[in-house]
C-alpha cells in the first residue's frame, strides 16, 4: 500500500501490479462511514474477488471529528444530539428529505477528486466502481448523480436515502447503471426501512439493483462481501 494526496484528500491505494496501485486495469474507489479511520476499509482489498490488477483507491474524510478516537474522520458533520433524541424516543431514523449543510462541499471535492484519479490512473470510467459505507455510501451515490461518466457500478453497503427531492430527478440519466446494495434488518444507527426507500427509488428510476440484506446492525458481513466480489468481478469484466 501507498499513500498520496489526490484532490486534497490523503489517500490509501493498493491493489495493481505492485501492490500499490500500479498498472492500469479497472479501479475500485470505496468512502468510509462517518466516524471512521481514513484507513478503515482497506482491509477489504484483501478478501474481495476481484479481476487481476484491479487498484483499490481510499480517499480519507476532509473534516477530523473533536470526539472520539483522534484519527476519527468524516465527510461532512451530522447531528449528533438528534440520532440520540430519536433513539430515546424509539423514532425511526428518516434523513429522505434532508439536505446536509456539508454535503454540497463534500461532493465538490469528491467530484475533483474523482477528475484527479481518472487522469492520474489513466483510469476509463467504464473500469471504474464508486461506492461506500455509511456516510460514504450516501456521498458516493450523491456524487455518482452529479456526474456523467459511465462508471461501471455503485456500490452502497449500509447506506439510505438521502435529499430525495434533489436525487429522484438525477436518476433518469442513471438508468441501467449497476448498484450493489446491502444492509442489516437490525441496523439502529441507519434504520433498515431507510435502506428500503433506497432500492425502491433507484429501481423505479430504472437503476439495476443487486438487494442483499442481512441478520445483523450497522456492518458488512462475510456473506456481503463474497457477493459484493461476485458483483465486482461482473461489472468490471464486461466487454
Known amino acids: 500500500m501507498r499513500e498520496e494526496h ?5 489517500t490509501r491505494i493498493t491493489g495493481g501490479t505492485d501492490g500499490k496501485g500500479g ?16 484507513d478503515d476499509l ?16 481510499f480517499p480519507e474524510g476532509p473534516l477530523s471529528l473533536s470526539f472520539g478516537p483522534s484519527d476519527a474522520r468524516a465527510w461532512w ?41 481518472e487522469h492520474k490512473f489513466g483510469a476509463d470510467p467504464r473500469k471504474i466502481v464508486l461506492g461506500g ?23 452502497q453497503l449500509s447506506g439510505t436515502l438521502l435529499a430525495a427531492q434533489e436525487w429522484t ?5 442513471r438508468k441501467g447503471l449497476p448498484v450493489f ?16 426507500r433506497l432500492r425502491d427509488t433507484l429501481s423505479k428510476s430504472g437503476l439495476a439493483v443487486e438487494w442483499h440484506s442481512f441478520r445483523g446492525g450497522h456492518e458488512i458481513t462475510e456473506p456481503v462481501l463474497q457477493r ?7 461489472v468490471l469484466t464486461k466487454p
Open 6 to 10: 489526490i484532490g486534497g484528500l490523503r
Open 228 to 234: 459484493l466480489g461476485v458483483f465486482l468481478m461482473k
Open 42 to 57: 482497506v482491509s477489504l482489498a484483501d478478501v474481495l474477488n476481484v479481476p487481476t490488477g484491479t487498484r483499490f483507491v
Open 133 to 155: 459505507f455509511s456516510q460514504g455510501a450516501m456521498l458516493s451515490c450523491d456524487v455518482m448523480l452529479r456526474t456523467t461518466q459511465p462508471y461501471a457500478g455503485l456500490v
Open 181 to 196: 446494495q446491502s444492509h442489516g434488518t437490525q441496523d439502529e444507527l441507519l434504520p433498515y426501512v431507510g435502506a428500503e
Open 77 to 117: 458533520l451530522i447531528d449528533m444530539a438528534r440520532i440520540v433524541a430519536d433513539q430515546a424516543a424509539g423514532r425511526v431514523r428518516d434523513l429522505s428529505q434532508d439536505i446536509p449543510k456539508g454535503l454540497a462541499p463534500a461532493r465538490e471535492t469528491l467530484l475533483g477528486f474523482l477528475k484527479e484519479v
Open 169 to 173: 430527478p438525477l436518476l433518469q440519466k
Open 23 to 38: 498498472g492500469n486495469d479497472s479501479v475500485v474507489i470505496l468512502l468510509h462511514g462517518f466516524g471512521a479511520p481514513g
